[in-house]
C-alpha cells in the first residue's frame, strides 16, 4: 500500500476577525486524501476554504486542529516540501530575474546544483514551450507566461507532488489548454497534482478524484464517475430514435407492474458535475442563512435581556 | 513502486548554501532597482569636496573631503538599511514570491537570513566601492596639496627641512591612512544593526510605512536616549515613570552613538584594534538577538 | 485563543529585548565610556547647541551627521565673512567647534576672522567716528582671544593655537609679555621648533625686565648652526646689545652688509 500524497484529517482553522471575540472559520473539519499518481480537484465558490486548505498543507499555516501530512510527513516539517512543486494563484516570481535565472533560483534553494540543474531548467522551459524567451526578464511576461513558467519552477526538483491554485485564472483558452494539456503529462509521469479551481469544465477534464467545498466543509467527495451517477437513476443515451420509439418506452415505463419507476427527463444528458455543484451550492447557503438568522436571534434576544432587567 | 518516507532525500537543517543563494538574488534585486545610481550622486559630492578651496589651511582641505565622503556613505548606509530591508519582505508576501520560496524545502530561519544577508552584501559592495572612489579622490588631493604646502614653505625661507617635514606629515596625517578602513567598518556595523533591527520590526508590522517609521525612531532614539535618560533620571529620580518607562527604553534601544567612531576616526583620532574588535563583536550581538527575535515571531507567521 | 497566543507572542519577544538589553547594558555603557575617553565619540553637545541650530539640524547631529552639518557651517560662514556679516561668522564658528571640538583649523580660522577680519573692518569703518572705531576694534580682538582661549581649553596640548594666541597678542594688542608667554607655551607643542624658539625670542626682547633672557636666547640662536640668523633675530640682538650696555668686545660684528641700513635707520622695518 503506498502512503497517500496528501492526506487531510478532521482539518480545522479559524481566523480571529478582531480584537473583540469574533472569528471566521475557514474550513471545518475537513478531511481528503489524494492518492499517488491521483489528480484531485478541490473545487468550491470563492472564500470556500480551497486556498486556506492549500496553505495548510503547504505548510504556510498552521492548523488550528487537525492535521495534514505530505507523503507521511508532516507539513510542517520542512522535509515535506521537498517533493512538493507548487503554483500560487496568478503568480509574480521576481520580476528583475529572466526566466533562466528564476528556474535556477528556484532550483539553488532546492540543493541542484551544476549541470544538474542547467539540464533541468532546459528540460522544463521546453516543456512549457519557453525557449524562446529565456533570457528575458518577467516584467515582460504575459499572464499565460507567468502561470507557465511557475509550473516549470514548481517542477524544478522533480516534485512527487504538484499543488496549482487556480492554475487557468486569467489566462486564455490557448494557454488554458497548454496547462491543461502540461497536467495530462504530470499524470502520465505519475506524479500526482492537487489543484483548486472553480472552473468545473476543466475539473472535470482532468481529474481522477472530486471534492466539493462549500462554506469551509466538505460536501462532496468521490471519483469523478462516482459523483456525477445519481444513484437512483438510469439514463439511457439513444442515437437517432424516432418519437414513435420514445412514445413506446414511455408507455413501457407507465405499463410497469408496481409502478415504481417513473420517467424523470427526457433529452440532452447535461454537464451533471456543474448541477451538481450549483446544487451543492445553493444548499451551502441555505445552511448558512439559517445558522446566520440563529446566531441574530441570539444576539437580539441578548441585547433584549438586560433591557427588560 | 511506492514512496515511502525512508527514500526521501533529507533536507540538511541549517544550510549557508541556501542562504547565499537567497542573499545573493536579494542582492540581485536590489541592484536591478537602480540603487547603485546612488553612486555617481556620491562621485559629484566627491568631486566637488575636492575642488572646495574656501579659506582652508591645506589639512583643513583634506579634511573636508574626507567628512564630506564619510558623511554621505553613512547617510546612505543607514537609510538604503531601513528602506530595502522595510521592503523586502512585504514585497515577497504582495507577489506572492514568499509563498512559492517557503514551499521550496527552506527553513524560515534562511528565508530571513538570506533577506538580511542580501540587504549587508548591497550595502558593503556600496561602501567598498565609495571608500575606492573617494580614496582615489583623496589620494590625488594629498598629493596636490603636499607639493604646493611643501613649495610655499622653502620659498618663505624661514624654516629648517626637519621643521618643513613636521608641517609636511601633520598634513599627511589629515591623508590616506589604513585607520580610515575602521571607520569604513564602523558605518557597516551600524547599518547592519539597523537592517537586522527593521527586519524585526518587519515581522510583525503591518505595512513597509510603519516599518519604516517605527524604524528610523528608534534609530534617532537611539542616539540621544542615553542623553535623554540622564536628564529625567535628574530631574523625576527614581519614580515610577523613569522605572517603568524611562529604563526599559533605554534598555532595549540600542545606543548607536557608539557606532559613531567614523567620525572621530575620520578626523583623525587613533583607534586600537580592540576598540574594532568590541564593536565588531556588540553589532554582532545586536544582529543575532534581532534575528533570532525575528524568527521567532516569523516561524508560525501565516500568509 | 489565537489571538491570545499573538499578544503573548509579542510579550515574550518584548520579554527577550528587555532581557537581552539588561545582559548587554554593562558591556556597552562601557565600550561607550571608553570610546569617549579615547576621544572616539564626543560626548553629545547638549545645552549649548540646542539654542544656536535649529531641532533638524540637532538631530542630524545626533544622528552621526556632525561633520557634514560641520562643513555647512563652515560654507555658511564662508558667505558671511564676505559680506562682512560678522556676528554671523561669529556664531557660526561657535557651532563649528562645538560641533568639532578638536579641529584646530576651526578654532584658528574662526579667532582670525574675529581678531584681524572683524577688527579691521571696524577699524576702518569711516562712518564711525576714530575714537568709536578703536574702542570697536578692540572687542573684536578681545573676542577673537576669548574665542582661542577656549579652543585651548578644549585642545590643551594644541601649539598652534598657543601660537596663534601669541600672535594676537603681539600683532593685534602690543602685550609682548602676554605673546612671549604664549610662545613659550607653543615650543612645548609639535609646532615647528625654531620658529617658535624665534618668535619667543622676538616677544621677551620687548617685554620690560626679561631683556637679559631674551639677549641670551637670541644669542644662542645666533651661534646654533643650526638655525637661521633672520634680519629680524640680528635686529633684536642689537637693540638688546644698546639696552644692556653690552661691552663692544661681547658684541656680534657687522655680520651683512644689508644691516647697513638697520645701523643707519634704526627705525626702518625689516620684519
Known amino acids: 500500500m503506498s502512503v497517500p500524497a496528501v492526506e487531510v484529517r478532521n482539518l480545522t482553522k479559524v481566523f480571529p476577525l478582531s480584537l473583540r471575540k469574533e472569528y471566521l472559520v475557514a474550513v471545518e473539519d475537513l478531511s481528503l486524501t489524494v492518492n499517488a499518481g491521483e489528480v484531485y480537484g478541490l473545487i468550491g465558490p470563492n472564500g470556500s476554504g480551497k486556498s486556506t486548505t492549500m496553505k495548510v498543507v503547504l505548510g504556510l499555516m498552521a492548523p488550528t486542529t487537525g492535521s495534514t501530512k505530505v507523503f507521511g510527513i508532516e507539513s510542517r516539517d520542512v522535509r515535506s516540501r521537498n517533493q512538493i512543486g507548487f503554483l500560487p494563484e496568478n503568480p509574480y516570481f521576481y520580476k528583475h530575474l529572466t526566466a533562466w535565472e528564476t528556474l535556477k533560483f528556484y532550483g539553488k534553494l532546492c540543493g541542484m546544483r551544476g549541470k544538474e540543474l542547467k539540464d533541468r531548467a532546459g528540460e522544463l522551459l521546453a516543456l512549457v514551450d519557453l525557449e524562446g524567451a529565456r533570457d528575458r526578464r518577467l516584467s515582460g511576461y504575459s499572464k499565460g507566461m507567468l502561470q507557465r513558467i511557475g509550473l516549470a519552477q514548481a517542477l524544478i526538483q522533480r516534485p512527487k507532488l504538484v499543488v496549482l491554485d487556480e492554475p487557468t485564472a486569467g489566462v486564455d483558452p490557448i494557454g488554458s489548454r497548454q496547462i491543461r494539456d502540461l497536467i495530462f503529462k504530470l499524470k502520465d509521469d505519475g506524479i500526482s497534482v492537487f489543484l483548486c479551481s472553480h472552473l468545473l469544465e476543466q475539473v472535470q477534464e482532468v481529474c481522477d478524484q472530486v471534492g466539493i467545498i462549500a462554506n469551509g466543509r466538505m460536501w462532496r467527495e468521490g471519483s469523478l464517475h462516482d459523483l456525477i451517477a445519481i444513484e437512483d437513476q438510469t439514463e439511457l443515451v439513444l442515437r437517432d430514435a424516432s418519437p414513435e420509439l420514445l412514445d413506446k418506452i414511455k408507455a413501457l415505463i407507465e405499463s410497469e407492474a408496481g409502478g415504481c419507476a417513473e420517467l424523470i427527463r427526457s433529452g440532452h444528458p447535461r454537464t451533471t458535475l456543474e448541477t451538481l455543484f450549483l446544487d451543492i451550492v445553493r444548499e451551502s447557503r441555505e445552511a448558512q442563512d439559517l445558522k446566520d438568522r440563529e446566531k441574530l436571534a441570539a444576539k437580539e434576544a441578548k441585547k433584549q435581556k438586560p433591557s427588560s432587567k | ?303 | 485563543m489565537k489571538l491570545n497566543r499573538i499578544v503573548k507572542k509579542a510579550l515574550t519577544a518584548l520579554a527577550i529585548l528587555l532581557l537581552f538589553g539588561l545582559a548587554k547594558s554593562p558591556f556597552e555603557n562601557g565600550l561607550s565610556r571608553k570610546l569617549q575617553e579615547a576621544k572616539l565619540i564626543a560626548p553629545i553637545p547638549a545645552g549649548g547647541l540646542g539654542g544656536l541650530i535649529g531641532q533638524s539640524t540637532f538631530l542630524a547631529v545626533l544622528g552621526g551627521l556632525r561633520p557634514l552639518v560641520g562643513i555647512y557651517t563652515t560654507l555658511h560662514a564662508f558667505d558671511a565673512w564676505s559680506f562682512k556679516e560678522w556676528d554671523t561668522v561669529e556664531r557660526d564658528y561657535a557651532i563649528i567647534t562645538t560641533l568639532l571640538p578638536d579641529d584646530i583649523d576651526s578654532w584658528k580660522t574662526g579667532a582670525w576672522h574675529m581678531a584681524y577680519n572683524a577688527a579691521a573692518s571696524e577699524l576702518y569703518d569711516e562712518s564711525v567716528p576714530p575714537t568709536v572705531r578703536k574702542r570697536n576694534g578692540r572687542a573684536w580682538i578681545i573676542k577673537g582671544v576669548e574665542y582661542l582661549k577656549k579652543g585651548i581649553e578644549q585642545n590643551p596640548r594644541s601649539a598652534v593655537l598657543q601660537h596663534e594666541l601669541g600672535d594676537i597678542y603681539r600683532q593685534q594688542l602690543e602685550e609682548p609679555c602676554l605673546a612671549a608667554k604664549h610662545y613659550k607655551l607653543s615650543m612645548e607643542g609639535d609646532y615647528p621648533k625654531s620658529f617658535a624658539q624665534r618668535f619667543y625670542a622676538y616677544s621677551l626682547a620687548r617685554c620690560p625686565g626679561r631683556e637679559r633672557e631674551a639677549y641670551d636666547l637670541l644669542m644662542r640662536i645666533y651661534h646654533d648652526p643650526e638655525e637661521k640668523r633672520t634680519p629680524s633675530v640680528i635686529k633684536r640682538i642689537l637693540e638688546l646689545e644698546e639696552k644692556l650696555n653690552i661691552p663692544a668686545a661681547n658684541r656680534i660684528p657687522d655680520p651683512d652688509p644689508d644691516l647697513e641700513i638697520l645701523r643707519r635707520y634704526p627705525n626702518a622695518k625689516l620684519d
Do not use: C
Open chain 2, 1 to 303: 513502486m511506492s514512496d515511502s518516507v525512508e527514500t526521501l532525500p533529507r533536507v540538511p537543517l541549517f544550510s549557508p548554501g541556501r542562504i547565499w543563494v537567497l542573499a545573493s538574488s536579494t542582492f540581485t534585486q536590489l541592484v536591478r532597482m537602480r540603487t547603485f545610481y546612488f553612486l555617481i550622486v556620491f562621485a559629484i559630492l566627491v568631486a566637488a569636496a575636492s575642488n572646495l578651496d574656501l579659506l582652508y589651511t591645506p589639512a583643513q582641505k583634506l579634511r573636508i573631503l574626507k567628512d564630506a565622503s564619510f558623511g554621505a556613505m553613512s547617510i546612505f548606509s543607514w537609510l538604503f538599511a531601513i528602506a530595502a530591508t522595510a521592503v523586502l519582505i512585504p514585497r515577497d508576501l504582495e507577489d506572492r514570491t514568499l509563498y512559492t520560496i517557503l514551499s521550496k524545502p527552506v527553513p524560515r530561519l534562511e528565508y530571513l537570513l538570506g533577506k538580511l544577508g542580501g540587504v549587508m552584501l548591497t550595502i558593503g559592495v556600496a561602501l567598498v566601492v565609495m571608500q575606492v572612489l573617494f580614496t582615489g579622490f583623496l589620494f590625488f588631493r594629498e598629493v596636490t596639496v603636499l607639493a604646493s604646502e611643501r613649495q610655499y614653505l622653502e620659498s618663505q625661507g624661514e624654516m629648517s627641512a626637519a621643521d618643513i617635514q613636521v608641517q609636511l606629515d601633520l598634513i599627511r596625517a589629515q591623508g590616506v591612512q589604513w585607520q580610515l578602513l575602521y571607520a569604513l567598518v564602523a558605518i557597516f556595523l551600524k547599518a547592519s544593526v539597523v537592517a537586522a533591527l527593521t527586519m524585526l520590526v518587519s515581522t510583525f508590522a503591518s505595512s513597509t510605512l510603519f516599518t519604516m517609521i517605527v524604524s528610523s525612531i528608534v534609530f534617532m532614539v537611539g542616539h540621544f536616549h542615553k542623553l535623554a535618560a540622564g536628564y529625567w533620571l535628574e530631574e523625576f529620580g527614581d519614580s515610577l515613570f523613569t522605572k517603568l518607562i524611562i529604563k526599559p527604553i533605554v534598555m532595549i534601544i540600542p545606543d548607536f552613538r557608539v557606532f559613531n567612531v567614523a567620525e572621530n576616526v575620520v578626523g583623525g583620532e587613533p583607534v586600537s584594534a580592540a576598540i574594532m574588535l568590541s564593536l565588531t563583536g556588540l553589532a554582532a550581538l545586536y544582529v543575532a538577538v534581532y534575528s533570532a527575535v525575528a524568527l521567532y515571531l516569523f516561524i508560525d507567521k501565516e500568509f
